[in-house]
């Protein structure tokens, strides 16, 4: 299976990678908010993270998202990411199912919410 091989300093930290059917991100972000928009008003917020995750899709109806990786950055982190082809890779920290009942809950909030807003624009 196709897997991203992930090292952080020099130190391989995970493989990850998902079967037959699904989705896998490696995201690095880096965020500073305004003070207007910060959390208690009055300080810059900044983050700098690393995530790898994904979403197994074996079967469709019981989606599992996983996660390998959640990591506060510093400077002069250095993260890599190896495309590699591997039989078994690093079982996840963390799966989550989808719960049918909060997503049909979910759609349904969505739906009155874009309704209500196309309404109002005639």
């Known amino acids: 299976m196709i897997a991203f091989e992930v090292s952080l300093n020099g130190k391989v930290v995970c493989t990850a990678g998902v079967k037959d059917f699904g989705v896998l991100t490696a995201i690095l972000s ?15 917020e900044e983050e700098l993270t690393f995530e790898v995750g994904g979403l197994d899709n074996q079967n469709p109806n ?20 190896h495309i590699v082809d591997r039989d078994a890779v690093t079982p996840p920290k963390s799966r989550k199912r989808d719960d049918p009942k ?15 807003e196309l ?4």
């Open 30 to 44: 880096w965020v500073r908010r305004r003070s207007d928009n910060a959390r208690d008003g009055k300080t810059i």
């Open 62 to 81: 019981l989606s599992e998202h996983l996660k390998w990786l959640s990591k506060a950055l510093h400077l002069g982190d250095v993260v890599s990411i």
């Open 102 to 116: 909060k997503i049909a809950k979910a759609k349904r909030r969505y739906h009155e919410r874009l309704k209500r």
């Open 119 to 122: 309404e109002s624009n005639g």
